[in-house]
């Protein structure tokens, strides 16, 4: 039920509603944070922050929409879910970007297929058989392989090393974020997809509406916690 303006009734009991509200609230305040805070570091670090303060202010508008979506219909809000990533996924490049100075087009490209693919597979477009998710999933694990990789040992991980070592150091805290901070979300995809699937046994232990919690842990700690890592470094 809808009260004087947009006020979701969250329900006693409604776990994933609660994080989505949790993770609302936390992107506004973020947002504030950031653009805040942009005010008091050093020249070179200010671009960053507005990029950080950005990433948490779509991912709020979205978050707002989301938990409405969820708390009036209980259904995955897949369509917003998919269209915030699409903006600041590559948003994240920048900022990895900003950082390393080298492979934007390549990190933005690869997760755009990466999120493209994952959007077929959990919307369930063009199912061949019963195989469409574990398809599109195989395929969007394959794009996130390759930006790992890519920062790991590939000519990300060259340049930086040519760069020198400030570079380096900065290039492995964002392989930290793409390996742990990124790897959540494809568990998200398996649980919340496993229904008929090989992976199918998944479903026995989690419901696929577990996949909510995943997805906004997973954005807390990459939009609100990578902003954070910034801003620390930033302030030294
Ligand atoms: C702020 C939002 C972020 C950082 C979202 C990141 C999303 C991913 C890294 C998603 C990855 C996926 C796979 C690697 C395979 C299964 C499908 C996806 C799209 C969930």
Redesign the pocket.
Known sequence: MNYIFLAADLKVGDTIGFTFFLTSIAMLAATVFFFIERGAVSEKWKLSLTVSGL?TGI?AVHYYYMRDVWIETGMSPTEFRYI??IL??PL?CVEFYLLTKVGLKKMVTASII??I???F??AGLFPVGNIGPAF??LL??L??FYIVNEIYRGDIAQAAAKAGKKIVNANSLLLKFVVI??GI??L??LIGTADGQWYGALSGFVSADFREIIYNI??AV??IGFGMVIWSVAKK
Request: charged share 15%; proline share 3%; glycine share 24%.
């Open positions: 990433i991912a915030d990533w600041t996924v994240m990466m999120l693919t994952g959007y597979g959990e599109w999933g969007s694990g794009a996130y901070g990124w979300y494809p998200g995809y997973g954005d990459n939009k």
